[in-house]
């Protein structure tokens, strides 16, 4: 193990003292699955991982880490790319893993609403939600790890905020142990509920800060009947965006997604699988992939198919898929390209929102900029068009050594936000803060922002005991 300095040592006896048997693991073997997230590039040992197995242990645990100054950091499925669930604090951090309270609590068919708990697998919540012919519109490729208080916690978007919003605006309550150990049951099915503040909105993408959601109760769909996907072969952004202009209008409410991809994202998925091939006869270079569902009695068929004959001036070429497998395949190339794309090692992610009238524009600028500046380096341009969220990755050339990549990356991401603040964007759209973004956010906020920012960390947290260091600057108290 590593050097345990005196007062973790303090902290530790007590917590061992405090705790049910086999709730706390302490050796180096155990705890090293907990000290990295998905992206490989965070890591931190914790002083000890707690696993509570419910919602009163939970609250036993941070009563005790409140009476000793124990630090805190709550964890999901470890699927975040901003740093926020690793342990980062000076002086050391107790990880508060979800994973063995990851059970379905209920689930209402009537309603359209479940409850979960906080470490349940997104996948499995969509699978029982599918049971009773339902459907949790939260998707996104991590859905087979993440777990739903990590979503919750971070605001997660994905492939359907078109449709459906972002994780926001699907809660309907929430159940968090607060950093003294106390327990608020926020936790309702109710779709309208006006009995003042809205406290359940305060822990949503908080990233941890505030509180450690338990439990979350989540509007449900009815299942659609009917998806319709197609992939688009088109000559630029602008003309994208003029199909999804007209999308909008011609699918209506139905439409659930639509993806921009740029060529050199089709180009590393199809290199990345021996048996994808290039969707289209001819390579284009942009791409959009469009999924639209329904139920009931809608040709949906017929009216996408009408929708892309209408749209000839923008798009060359295209397909629809004539079966769900053939939709799985289209998607494939989408999710291929986002695990491929780093060719293993390392790359810089961004995440980031303009306009949506701004897109084209925004594209434009950081492109032209980034090959004028590092014309050797790979950027691969995509994201979710129908809410400005696009991601703009840059892959530095092989052989890199790493001094080098760190100094690309730096001056890469400056020129990708100098053009977000041109456009009036933001530099997060759906990842987060955490410790990554941190300073980009700062020195972006107005000082009223983060005044109220301070005050309400304050509120809930007087002793900067949960998640320090995130989103706003670690404060000695």
């Not at 926020?186 to 959601?213: A, C, H, M, V």
């Not at 980034?370 to 068009?385: I, K, N, R």
Request: proline share 4%; charged share 20%; net charge negative.
């Amino acid at each position: 193990m590593h050097a345990v300095l005196p007062l973790q040592e303090t902290a530790l006896a007590a917590l061992h003292a405090a705790m049910p048997a086999g709730m706390l693991l302490t050796e180096e073997a155990d705890v090293e699955r907990y000290s990295r997230d998905w992206t490989g590039d965070h890591h931190g040992r914790p002083v000890a991982v707690a696993r509570p197995r419910s919602v009163e242990e939970v609250s036993l645990l941070m009563r005790c880490c409140h009476e000793h100054r124990i630090h805190v950091v709550p964890q999901g499925g470890l699927t975040g790319l901003v740093g926020a669930a690793v342990p980062s604090y000076p002086g050391g951090e107790v990880v508060v893993s979800l994973e063995r309270m990851n059970k379905v609590r209920s689930v209402h068919a009537i309603d359209f609403a479940m409850v979960v708990e906080a470490g349940c697998i997104l996948e499995e919540a969509k699978r029982q939600a599918e049971a009773v012919d339902c459907i949790l519109p939260i998707t996104f490729g991590a859905q087979g790890s993440c777990r739903l208080g990590g979503n919750v916690a971070t605001n997660a978007g994905g492939f359907n905020v078109l449709r459906y919003g972002m994780t926001r605006d699907l809660v309907l309550g929430l159940e968090v142990v607060l950093t003294d150990g106390r327990i608020w049951n926020g936790l309702r099915t109710l779709r309208k509920d006006n009995r003042g503040y809205d406290l359940k909105q305060l822990f949503i993408g908080s990233e941890g800060t505030l509180g450690i959601i338990t439990a979350v109760s989540l509007k449900l769909f009815p299942r659609p009947t009917q998806i319709e996907t197609a992939l688009v072969g088109l000559d630029s952004v602008e003309d994208a965006m003029a199909l999804y202009a007209l999308a909008r209008r011609e699918c209506s409410d139905l439409l659930s997604a639509f993806e921009l991809i740029l060529r050199g994202g089709i180009e590393i998925a199809i290199n990345a699988r021996a048996d994808l091939e290039d969707p289209l006869s001819e390579v284009y270079p942009v791409y959009v992939l469009l999924e639209a569902s329904a139920g009931g009695r809608v040709d949906l068929r017929a009216l996408i198919e009408d929708f892309l004959a209408g749209a000839g001036q923008w798009v060359r070429d295209g397909v629809i898929a004539s079966n769900r497998t053939q939709g799985e395949r289209l998607w494939l190339l989408r999710e291929m390209m986002v695990e491929a794309q780093g060719r293993g090692g390392r790359y810089l992610r961004t995440d980031v929102s303009v306009p949506i009238s701004s897109i084209a524009a925004f594209v434009s600028d950081s492109l032209t900029a980034l090959a004028a500046a590092h014309p050797a380096a790979l950027v691969v341009t995509y994201g979710h068009v129908g809410d400005g969220n696009l991601h703009m990755n840059v892959v530095p050339p092989e052989g890199m050594a790493a001094s080098e990549m760190d100094r690309l990356f730096h001056a890469a991401e400056t020129i990708i936000f100098d053009a977000i603040d041109r456009h009036g964007g933001s530099i997060s759209a759906e990842h987060g803060i955490g410790r990554v973004k941190q300073r980009a956010y700062l020195d972006r906020a107005d000082p009223l922002t983060l005044e109220l920012a301070g005050r309400i960390k304050d509120a809930f947290d007087p002793l900067h005991l949960l998640s320090a260091g995130r989103i706003l600057p670690l404060r000695d108290v």
